[in-house]
């Protein structure tokens, strides 16, 4: 089974920018597709991102759009999530997720799945 670590969440200024890492253990997560959820206090989880073992890429949400952008390299095992612009209604807790395809991804259908890193951006 494939384990799922994320790392790159921190405190930063509205209008900063962060790079979440996913980092994949246990097995090769090429075949997989990957992807960031993020889930705020008292409301319910949100996709963000998705990506294919192919490249092809999928986003939740217009606020998102434009201003993150996924990416892996099965070289490393890494899949990364680079966002842009942040500003206070990005602060939630992100997770990564691997399931079998994006359909899949976006349904909630995962089969492993990280413990999440906080982000937190200040006005």
């Known amino acids: 089974q494939v384990q799922l670590v994320e790392s790159g969440g921190g405190l930063v200024q509205a209008g900063g920018s962060l790079r979440l890492s996913c980092a994949a253990s246990?097995?090769?997560?090429?075949?997989?597709?990957v992807g960031w959820f993020r889930q705020a206090p008292g409301k319910v989880r949100e996709f963000v991102a998705g990506?294919?073992?192919?490249?092809?890429?999928?986003y939740g949400s217009d606020s998102v759009k434009g201003r993150f952008t996924v990416s892996r390299d099965n070289a490393k095992n890494t899949v990364y999530l680079q966002m842009n612009t942040l500003n206070p209604e990005d602060t939630a807790v992100y997770y990564c997720?691997?399931?079998?395809?994006?359909?899949?991804?976006?349904?909630?259908?995962?089969?492993?799945w990280g413990q999440g890193t906080q982000v937190t951006v200040s006005a």
């Open positions: 990506i294919g073992w192919s490249g092809a890429v999928t």
């Open positions: 246990g097995r090769t997560f090429t075949p997989y597709s």
């Open positions: 997720a691997a399931s079998l395809n994006l359909v899949a991804l976006e349904s909630g259908n995962f089969i492993s």
